[in-house]
């Protein structure tokens, strides 16, 4: 049986990062500037996206 998980990670993650709904520590983030914000967003979503990808690749048996 194949976790579904990561499948819904993956399909749910683009919608919720659409809406801006996303979670990311807003005590410190609403205090920045714009431009220190999409840091934190590129780096939370590189961060915390590779993860679920290795998650894919283990689940589909994929090598590359």
Do not use: W
């Not at 990062?17 to 410190?28: K, Q, T």
């Amino acid at each position: 049986m194949v976790p579904c998980l990561p499948y819904t990670v993956m399909i749910g993650a683009p919608y919720v990062l659409n809406l801006n709904e996303h979670v990311r520590v807003d005590l410190i983030y609403g205090k920045l500037r714009n431009r220190f914000q999409v840091f934190i967003d590129i780096f939370g979503i590189l961060f915390f996206l590779m993860p679920v990808i290795g998650l894919l690749r283990g689940c589909l048996g994929l090598s590359f």
